[in-house]
């Protein structure tokens, strides 16, 4: 590896995360920050020794197969790395890392944003304000449901389910979680969480889902239409985690023939398009993926990246490797 490696970042990062990898690497940065297209990416895995794409780049098999063998890391700026074909990286002994830990909190506040907004209409009451066709104070106006008491159903419990579950519990939320592996007894008692090895017996129980689980072969439409059918009439359901993990068509029939009460969605199937069942469905706040958009989420993500570098130019392991289950 040369000591000034040619590291090629696909997207704009924050000013001073740009600025400190010009010092450090020979950087080349995003000129335009749209998502490089096929093509260019094949030309930038031929080219680099460093590659850091983001969630907005589809590194499949066909791209990694065609990287030369200068390419030792691809740093992914982000958590999730379902874009990214790790079986074939590894193989071809190219590191993945990714940026875990830094975009937790932020990412469970958007949750409980959700979580809020929805069944109190929080986008509804604002908008209704900005028509300008507001009549004042009625005592069955803009009736939302309360969340105080109700059930919460965390479908995949790792860090950001349970910073999740530490706000919910304030808000007097019960919770209940399913996931690969059932939490420490010390860690399910100071959540007051209860475990659900089989997915389909908590979902008809739950009020509130909220999908936490990384997006894998095996959670592909995890929520699928049969499983959604199984959820009440006033349940809502919030995604944060990726959209390929809720069958988004049948999410979005369901909302239309209210047989799911409402949803917020910050991640959809096929990014940034959104279906149009969906964009019409009631009772439902659908943001741009925007979970971890906060400004110190994104320069703690930058230093991730960087560190994860700067570590494997130092020769060692970068502390943030994927390794395969
Ligand atoms: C990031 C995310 O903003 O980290 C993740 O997995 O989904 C987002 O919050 C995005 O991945 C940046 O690449």
């Known amino acids: 590896m040369p000591s000034k490696p040619l590291v090629i970042v696909t997207r704009r990062l924050p000013e001073l995360v740009e600025a400190r990898m010009m010092e450090l690497f020979n950087t080349r940065l995003s000129a335009s920050d749209s998502p490089l297209d096929k093509e260019t990416l ?19 098999s066909e791209i990694i197969n065609q990287a030369s063998s200068k390419l030792k890391l691809i740093a992914n700026f982000g958590n999730g790395i379902d874009h990214i074909d790790i079986d074939t990286a590894l193989k071809k002994k190219i590191i993945v890392t990714n940026t875990p830990g ?15 907004a929805v069944p109190r209409k929080i986008i509804e ?46 808000f007097g939320l019960n919770i209940h979680y399913h996931n690969r592996n059932r939490l420490p007894e010390v860690i399910e008692d100071s959540l007051d969480a209860t475990f659900w090895e089989d997915l389909d017996q908590m979902l008809p129980k739950m009020d509130i889902l909220s999908v936490n689980c ?5 959670t592909y439409h995890l929520l699928s239409r049969e499983r959604l059918s ?21 999410l979005a029939d369901l909302l239309s023939q209210s047989k799911i009460a409402g949803a917020g969605l910050d991640v ?28 110190e989420a994104r320069i703690e993500m930058g230093e991730k990246v960087i560190i994860n570098i700067q570590t494997l130019l130092n020769g060692h392991r970068p502390p943030d490797r994927i390794l395969n289950d």
């Open 268 to 295: 959809f199937e096929r990014e940034p398009s959104v279906s149009k069942v969906l964009l019409g469905a009631p009772n439902t706040v659908l943001l741009p993926h925007m979970g971890s958009a906060t400004v």
């Open 42 to 60: 094949i030309e930038a895995v031929k080219e680099a020794d460093i590659l850091v794409p983001t969630v907005t780049d589809k590194i499949d």
């Open 214 to 218: 990384p997006s894998t072969p095996e």
């Open 125 to 170: 009451g604002e908008k209704l304000i900005r028509s300008g066709s507001w009549r004042g104070w009625s005592p069955t106006h803009m009736m939302g449901r309360r969340i105080w008491g109700k059930r919460l159903g965390i479908i995949g419990m790792g860090s950001i389910g349970q910073a999740l579950a530490r706000r919910a519990k304030g």
């Open 102 to 116: 830094v975009l937790t909190e932020d990412t469970a506040d958007m949750v409980m944003s959700l979580l809020l």
């Open 230 to 250: 199984n959820l009440q009439a006033h349940a809502y359901i919030i995604n944060t985690s990726r959209g390929k993990v809720i069958d988004e068509e049948a």
